[in-house]
Structure formats: structure tokens, C-alpha cells
């Protein structure tokens, strides 16, 4: 049995490792003085101080963060209201639907965001901030529906029919039941569609115009500039550092909310 425990830790520090490694050595590398990317030399901010003076990078953030925040409130729309459709009615074609919320997980990245610009060529959309939500809103959608109908699938709806009782309408029975039970996983929810909308490079990439980018677009356009150098290092463990932050603010919050 001791020996058992022993393999299982020593093989989950080595999958750890596999998994971060890369990255704490594209932090390290980003603190190199030096401009080589194969040896460090002294400590040094000289990159990161570059990066934050870059008025390109601080305008990409803006572009991440205002496309994350709509396509976060248009997913949790739409992803509810498919939620609640497919879990409280029955109607023909519902299993096809379901299949089709999944759809998005399934594919590959690629295919999808390729699709996307197809489409957007066929209707003739110029491409730009527009398509780029539209396209995150196509799979956000089913993420936010997946997290929502697994709370649905518990939820007690004889509150909502306790409150009809006592004379709510079906507004006031949403609004003041529905929802409040639902706000846990609408939360999360949410979060995810924004990290995700966030990080995404592939569909941005294929989906957005002439001088909108988006922070990942930056770090991408500057590895195909000058492939890889200690400004990159820099500017992804920038990007790293935001998406982290989002992410432990997720799991407090879901803590807080389980208790």
C-alpha cells in the first residue's frame, strides 16, 4: 500500500511538472536581462517595463476585456434560455438540439473559427470587433449551457410553483426565484465564458478586421515578428498573469457560494 501512495505521488509531481515547467521557465526567461534566450544573465525588469509602455498591448487589453464582457452577457442570455428549454420541456427535435449544444465542444478549434470566416465571406459581414463576438458567442453558448442544465438538473421547481401559488406571475416568480436559485452556476457560468472569450486566439484570428486585435493576437503577431525573445516571454507572462488572476478569483468565488 506504501508503495502504491509513493508511485502516485512521485507520478503526480512529474505530471505536474510536464504540465508547468514550460511555463515557469517562460517566467524565469522573461526576468533575463540579456536579449539571448538560451541563458540567463542577470535579473532584470528591463522587458516587462517595455511591454507596459507599449500602447499597443494596453489597447489590446481594453479590446479583450470589453469583447469578453459582451459576449459573457449575451452567452448567459442565450445559454439559460437554451438551459431551460431543454430541461423543463419536451418537444420534437430536442434530442437534435442537444446534440447540436454540444457540437461546439467537439470540433476542432480550427474547423470551427474557419467555418465562421466562411460564412462571414458568403453574407459578405465585414470582419471586426462584430464577427470576433459573434464567433466567441458561437461556442461560449455551449459551455454556459452545459454548467447551467447541470444545475437545472437538480433544481426543485416546487418554489416556483409554491410562489404561483401565493400569486407571483411568471416574471416576478423568474426574477425572484428562478434566478437568485440559479445564481451560483450562472456565476460560474459567466467566469468561464469570459476566460474563455479572453484567451481566445484561433477564432479571433480568423474572425477579426484590419487593426483590432485582441491580447492574445499581440503576443501571436509578436512571436511571428521576431519568434521567440524575452519581450514575448514577457508579454505572455503578462497575459498568463491576468488569466490567473481571473481564474483563482472563479474558484474563490465558487468556494464562497458553496458554503
Not at 6 to 32: A, G, H, Q, R
Not at 147 to 157: F, H, I, N, Q
Not at 219 to 229: E, I, K, N, P, Q
Not at 231 to 252: G, H
Amino acid at each position: 500500500m506504501k508503495g502504491t501512495n509513493l508511485f502516485l505521488k512521485i507520478f503526480t509531481i512529474l505530471v505536474f511538472l510536464f504540465l508547468y515547467s514550460p511555463i515557469i521557465v517562460m517566467v524565469v526567461f522573461s526576468f533575463n536581462e540579456s536579449k539571448s534566450i538560451g541563458v540567463f544573465t542577470n535579473f532584470s525588469l528591463r522587458w516587462y517595463e517595455k511591454v507596459i509602455n507599449n500602447p499597443e498591448v494596453w489597447k489590446a487589453l481594453f479590446n479583450s476585456f470589453w469583447v469578453g464582457a459582451v459576449v459573457t452577457i449575451v452567452s448567459l442570455i442565450l445559454g439559460l434560455m437554451m438551459a431551460m428549454a431543454v430541461t423543463r420541456y419536451n418537444f420534437s427535435g430536442k434530442s437534435i438540439l442537444e446534440s447540436l449544444i454540444l457540437i461546439p465542444v467537439i470540433i476542432p478549434e480550427i474547423a470551427e473559427a474557419l467555418s465562421l470566416l466562411i460564412m462571414y465571406i458568403f453574407l459578405n459581414i465585414p470582419l471586426g470587433p462584430v464577427t470576433v463576438i459573434i464567433g466567441h458567442v458561437a461556442f461560449c453558448i455551449s459551455y454556459v449551457t452545459i454548467v447551467m442544465r447541470a444545475r437545472m438538473a437538480g433544481y426543485d421547481r416546487s418554489i416556483e410553483e409554491a410562489a404561483r401559488t401565493l400569486g407571483a406571475n411568471e416574471f416576478q416568480t423568474f426574477f425572484k426565484i428562478t434566478l437568485p436559485t440559479l445564481y451560483p452556476a450562472i456565476l460560474a457560468a459567466g467566469l468561464l465564458a469570459f476566460t474563455l472569450s479572453f484567451d481566445d486566439l484561433i477564432k479571433t484570428l480568423f474572425t477579426t478586421g484590419p487593426g483590432f486585435k485582441t491580447l492574445p493576437l499581440v503576443v501571436w503577431s509578436s512571436a511571428a515578428r521576431g519568434g521567440v525573445s524575452p519581450e514575448l516571454n514577457s508579454l505572455s507572462s503578462f497575459a498568463l498573469s491576468i488569466s490567473f488572476l481571473f481564474a483563482v478569483f472563479r474558484l474563490r468565488v465558487e468556494r464562497r457560494l458553496e458554503r
